[in-house]
């Protein structure tokens, strides 16, 4: 079948755009402002892109128009609409539908699926819970929110495409994945990230509630995307939708400390329970580098890595407990975790210029924010270069931030960083002020090219530059390291 995606250069729809060509399937779509790595790896796999919404791309007549939650029914200030194409759409009473519900109709059908939700770790969990099933031998399918370093791509069909003529009609038939084995028998896995932001414009619930999931992983909950949630406790009854959606013989992987996931199954629990960290039956002893993986208090595991952070260390606690619900023993997914390199966009060193380097991450939340620096001054800390500065580069592109409702919460959370930079460029709050606690650690700009001689301007050896958005950044990192280079020849 031919489908055409609106909104395809989103991490989710350029990974379910990878799985249907893979599938077999046509696929076209659109969008507006691309960026890598997704616009990358859609064109790697010949998928056309086309700029922009227009209502001609209703003669392109799919078998199935796509939506993505970019997409609305909003106007313009001259009345006209914002997505032209959409609009055309229903005019017409072409047929389309939402991402998930695609995926779920199409891809995840007959799978054991393997969900990986919270605010926080969705994407490096998802990533770790699909390599561990890879080097226990599961050949698993995925959708990943980036791209997995270990993988190259961020969405894969897994072990059941060479059975895949089934799935080249609209809906594949009953049994089609018999011969693959029961449901739930770990024979078929799916890992995919279960995020909680809404369906479609004409489906209000979140991404997760269509995947129904036998293993789930609720890594933790706080307020956010504050764009469609008015409090933290409409986030909690969407998580408490996806607990209703896993079966009596499927497993939930809950963060044992989390106070907002312990009301979320107060609300109701019908399967097993497997808790990860401090009062959890899964716990970690050890350095966050070098730990031993506990189980009812039983060493089971031991993971050695490259990684750093408590986060990390309850992110592979997760995969590790889910992994085990389809039959990798804890002991390799420790060792699986060994290799495990993380994903493009985390803590990825982008270039060094002479002894000071520049890393690109995905943080945004708050939260996000302080965890990353966090880590890194551990690292450093941990390593003697106690001397050495963090500097941060961010900007408040999301939802969320764009409204400024967490905005008091960023100083704290670049308390570990020695000096920040702002990009305030589509702001409606006073980033200035928000800061002010900070004095003269933190610096504003409203475009990329001041924000750059900013950091150019202060850089020194040894300084480590972290630049965080869930964006482009305006290609910061390039244009950092090119006046770096610049800097230090002249």
Partial sequence: MHIHILGICGTFMGGLAALAREAGHRVT???????????????SLGIDLIEGFGADQLSLSPDMFVVGNVVSRARLPDGSPKFPLMEAILDAGKPYTSGPQWLAEHVLLGRHVLAVAGTHGKTTTTSMLAWVLEQGGKAPGFLVGGVPLDFGVSARLGHVAPTLPALRGSLPPAGAFAALGRPGDGSAPFVIEADEYDTAFFDKRSKFVHYRPRTAVLNNLEF????????????????????????????????????????????????????????????????????????????????????????????ALAAIAAADHVGVAPADGARALGSFRNVRRRMELRGTVGTITVYDDFAHHPTAIRTTLDGLRKKLDDTGKQSERILAAFEPRSNTMKLG?????????????????????????????????????????????????????????????????????????????????????S
Avoid at 247 to 275: D, F, H, K, M, Y
Avoid at 415 to 443: I, K, N, Y
Avoid at 459 to 465: M, Q, S, T
Wanted: aromatic content about 6%.
């Fill in 224 to 315: 956010d995307h504050a764009d469609i949630f008015d409090d933290l406790a409409a986030i909690e009854r969407q998580f408490h939708h996806l607990v209703r959606t896993v079966p009596g013989t499927g497993r939930l992987v809950v963060n044992a400390i989390e106070e907002s996931l312990q009301r979320v199954l107060a609300q109701g629990c019908w399967s097993e329970l497997a808790r990860f960290g401090a009062g959890g039956e899964w716990q970690a002893r050890g350095s966050h580098d070098a730990f031993d993986v506990l189980r009812h208090g039983e060493v089971v595991g031991r993971v050695e890595w490259e990684l750093s952070g408590l986060h990390n260390q309850m992110n």
């Fill in 405 to 489: 409702v967490m905005a008091a919460q960023l100083p704290w959370s670049l308390e570990s960083a020695d000096l920040s930079f702002c990009h305030t460029a589509g702001l409606d709050w006073d980033a200035a002020a928000a800061l002010a606690p900070m004095g003269d650690r933190a610096q504003f700009a409203g475009a990329i090219e001041p924000l750059v001689a900013q950091i150019v301007a202060v850089a020194r050896p040894g300084d480590h530059v972290v630049c965080m958005s869930n964006g482009g950044f305006g290609g910061v990192h390039d244009k950092l390291l090119a006046a770096l280079r610049a800097a230090a020849a």
């Fill in 29 to 43: 779509g659109c969008d507006a402002g691309v960026y890598p790595p997704m616009s990358d790896q859609l064109r």
